[in-house]
């Protein structure tokens, strides 16, 4: 609302403003109390009074509601009709099976005549009188005593005839005398489905009464099938449609499936049946827009099934599965997205819904093309079991490493067209301008790759090769990924934080659509919002092909270890291949390939060592030069240090595994993990942890000798803690006096005095005791004159404790030498001193509490 405007004239506008409210209010409950009169207004022939079209008139007062009934009137006649309809049918079955033979030729026809006639007569007079619901109930009893007319029929006149074509004939019969009677009463809705499924029965019920074989009922299927379609594209009632699609999907899916057997024993049989199945839902697909995908799909795979069974007794048995892979594939090509419009049009069941020049319609090729795809998958599925053994089957060892033996291996148990099929299906996808083809052609490139070995049975000298040249391949294209991005369409600019931000709206005139002064219900375009920028088809190739060569590398050094000289190859020609990435590389890649490098590296070491025969604690020093080395590229190579020196770090715990058992050598791993650490910390950015680590490297490898000579006296291993913790501690607190004793003095006494606080207590003679409360008092002493708490605290609580445990023994034998009534004295005279001076000595424990808390 405009605010500048005088107040009389903004006076006005708010009164007219609520005086349009007002009547928008009026007439919505006017309206509201209409739609209650219609909804709960008792039942009655007279129509309910149209709605006031007058905005200003008055709602009228609603009643009470009434009573919701449980069922609707029209409910509960339905369920009436079908009760009484099912009393009849059961009544006349049980008649024709029991009481039949109890009549004469004439009776019996003379109660199915007039009974049959009078129940399909009936329905006239019914629905003449309005009485639809009624109607159906009699006519579906004619129809049911129509059924047992044909089956009373065969039980006494035709006896002898065969069963299989007498009912083929009645089916006949029953359709048309159903489809005529249905088609007279129009108004009635049961007749005509019923007789469409009459309808199913007389072809392939007559090919089995002429001794007809699979094929031939296939085809009385198929022509079913075929009746059922034009049903479906040229009836209008629903019901009727829809029973003709049911049937049409059975006997049709019938057809299809004997075609796709016969395929397989009898190819040309089966051709013909496939292609006239294929031409039939082709021409459904073309007529029937909504399903047209669907429809065309069976089509192809109905059109490759007879093209593969035509032409795989031509060729050998391991190409039988890409005779089937090319056929779909040149189905595919009839999809050319390319040409293809944004959006398919739109179209009815009876235009033929082709696009110009004469091309079959969008839904009829893609369709086709998603069917021959899902042949070319499923040969790709078929070709994946030699892709699995290439990469897995190294890692299944069977053999000692370094023994020769590698001859034994499955490498020709798959044939050799399994890379075909990965080959063409590359080929196809590479050709296709889009971002997920090519990632799924690169993948299939690394699988065919993989299992050519298997396939081909190449020696093992040429599949290591071909193993470290795949790797090459795929971390070279990672490094650079233009060759696989060529001819792909670059993502559309999308409006990112570099994009310019839209001016802001010029005030609406009122009312206009979003301006105050704008009618009930209107409103106004919103400002689009901006989109995610999509990613770079670069990144993602790059990406999949990083991610190949890496998935690679454990099965190129699993089969390396058969031969020492294929190992030492293989491991440097990897080392120098993932150290040239993170060179080269950028992002994440780079970090990637130079933690891989580094623990490539590790095990170039660990095979040099292997093959010197060095012994574990040997190997354990040796190893301790990644870690070094990890160390001087980080203080290089920046963006890549941290996760660098974290793998060489990692690498270091092996290392003092293998040195464990001997404990010497274990000293001597971790005091030299010190220095490199030491070494580490002496980079800004690395001095805080780098410091810690050496500092308990250092500490451990202390320990260690120690024990080595076995050193039992525990100060011998917390002092080496204590005195740098306190040279730390001060440290701190000269440079930030606000720092607390706890924190730079707490750990460092407590590593000393707590261990040997507990020496003392259990040691019979008198040194270490007297010692430690020495060192307690000057603690103790210390930080009562320089005000720390934790030094006062923790040297009293030492002391005291100490103090205890060499007077404990003389206080035992005091108290026994006592006489017995003496000791509760003393506690009583004690409990009274206290009492009398409660006050004060709570004062003053409330003072020492506040000055032990003021100290830092």
């Not at 009655?44 to 149209?50: H, M």
């Not at 499936?257 to 190819?267: E, F, K, R, V």
């Not at 001193?833 to 509490?849: C, N, S």
Request: glycine share 8%; net charge positive.
């Amino acid at each position: 609302m405009d605010n500048s405007l005088p107040p009389a004239d903004e006076l006005a506008l708010v009164d007219r403003e609520l005086a349009r409210l007002d009547a928008r209010r009026s007439q919505l409950l006017a309206r509201r109390a209409w739609l209650l009169r219609v909804l709960y207004a008792p039942a009655s022939p007279t129509a309910p009074a149209p709605f006031p079209p007058a905005p200003g008139a008055r709602p009228a007062a609603a009643g009470p509601r009434p009573p919701v009934a449980d069922s609707t009137p029209r409910s509960a006649q339905n369920v009436l009709l079908t009760l009484g309809g099912t009393l009849l049918t059961i009544a006349a079955i049980a008649f024709t099976l029991v009481s039949w033979g109890s009549m004469g030729i004439g009776g019996r026809s003379v109660v199915l005549c007039a009974v049959t006639s009078a129940a399909l007569a009936v329905p006239v007079a019914l629905l003449r009188r309005g009485l639809a619901s009624t109607a159906e109930s009699v006519a579906a009893l004619g129809l049911v005593l129509m059924v047992l007319d044909a089956y009373a029929l065969h039980r006494v006149a035709l006896p002898e005839t065969d069963g299989a074509g007498y009912t083929a004939v009645a089916a006949a019969v029953l359709a048309g005398a159903w489809t005529a009677y249905g088609s007279a009463l129009s108004r009635l809705r049961i007749p005509l489905p019923v007789a469409v499924v009459a309808g199913q029965l007389p072809l392939p019920l007559g090919v089995l009464a002429a001794g007809g074989g699979p094929t031939a009922f296939a085809w009385a299927a198929l022509v079913t099938a075929a009746a059922d379609g034009a049903l479906i594209l040229w009836t209008r009632p629903a019901a009727v449609r829809i029973t003709a699609a049911v049937g049409a999907t059975g006997l049709g899916g019938w057809a299809l499936l004997t075609g796709g057997w016969l395929s397989l024993t009898s190819p040309w049989s089966g051709a013909a049946l496939l292609l006239a199945s294929a031409a039939l839902t082709l021409y459904a697909a073309r007529r029937l827009p909504s399903l047209a995908v669907a429809a065309s799909a069976v089509a192809g795979l109905a059109t490759v099934a007879a093209a593969g069974g035509l032409l795989r007794p031509a060729v050998p048995a391991d190409w039988t599965v890409p005779v089937y892979v090319l056929c779909g594939l040149a189905l595919v090509s009839v999809w050319r997205p390319s040409a293809a419009p944004s959006a398919p049009a739109t179209a009815t069941a009876g235009d033929g819904a082709a696009e110009a020049g004469g091309r079959l319609p969008v839904g009829v090729r893609l369709g086709l093309a998603c069917a021959g795809a899902g042949v070319a998958a499923l040969g790709v599925v078929w070709a994946l079991p030699p892709v699995a053994v290439g990469l897995l089957g190294p890692m299944a060892r069977t053999t000692e490493v370094w023994s020769g033996e590698h001859a034994d291996r499955a490498l020709t148990s798959f044939p050799g067209t399994a890379v075909l099929v990965l080959a063409m299906a590359a080929a196809v996808l590479a050709a296709v301008p889009r971002l997920w083809a090519r990632c799924v052609a690169l993948a299939l490139v690394w699988a065919l790759l993989t299992a050519l070995p298997v396939s081909l049975g190449l020696p093992y000298a040429a599949t290591l090769a071909l193993q470290l040249l795949t790797i090459a391949a795929a971390l070279a294209s990672a490094v650079r990924p233009g060759p696989l991005t060529r001819g792909l369409r670059r993502p559309e600019p999308s409006e990112g934080p570099g994009t310019p931000k839209a001016e802001p709206a010029a005030p609406a005139p009122a009312g206009a659509a979003g301006a105050p002064g704008a009618p009930w219900g209107a409103w106004a375009p919103s400002r689009p919002r901006p989109q995610a920028p999509a990613a770079e088809p670069g990144t993602v190739l790059g990406w999949l092909a990083y991610a190949c060569g890496l998935v690679s590398v454990p099965s190129a050094v699993a089969l390396a270890l058969d031969v020492r000289a294929a190992t030492f190859a293989a491991l440097g020609a990897l080392l120098v291949l993932l150290a040239g990435v993170a060179v080269l590389g950028t992002g994440a890649r780079r970090v990637v390939a130079a933690c891989a490098a580094v623990l490539t590296a590790t095990g170039l070491v660990v095979a040099v060592a292997a093959a010197a025969g060095w012994e574990d604690h040997w190997t354990a020093l040796a190893l301790l030069l990644v870690p070094a080395a990890t160390a001087a590229v980080g203080a290089k190579a920046r963006p890549v240090a941290l996760p660098v020196e974290i793998t060489g770090a990692v690498v270091a715990l092996p290392a003092f595994a293998l040195a464990a058992s001997r404990p010497a050598f274990l000293a001597l791993a971790l005091a030299l993990g010190g220095v490199i650490a030491a070494a580490t910390a002496v980079r800004p950015e690395r001095r805080r942890f780098a410091s810690w680590t050496a500092a308990a490297l250092f500490l451990l490898a202390t320990w260690v000798r120690l024990a080595v000579w076995e050193v039992a006296t525990p100060e011998a291993y917390t002092l080496p803690v204590t005195v740098p913790a306190l040279v730390v501690g001060f440290l701190r607190r000269r440079r930030d006096r606000d720092a607390s004793s706890w924190t730079a003095y707490g750990p460092g006494l407590a590593a000393t005095l707590l261990p040997s606080l507990l020496a003392a207590w259990t040691d019979p003679e008198w040194p270490r005791p007297l010692a430690l409360g020495v060192a307690a008092l000057i603690v103790t002493l210390l930080g009562a004159r320089f005000r720390l708490q934790a030094l006062l605290v923790l040297g009293g609580s030492v002391l005291a404790l100490d103090g205890l445990h060499e007077l404990a023994p003389y206080v035992v034998q005091a108290v026994g030498a006592l006489p017995r009534w003496l000791p509760p004295a003393l506690a009583g005279l004690l409990l009274l001193a206290v009492g009398a001076t409660y006050e004060q000595r709570l004062r003053d424990a409330r003072r020492l509490r506040d000055r032990v808390a003021r100290m830092r």
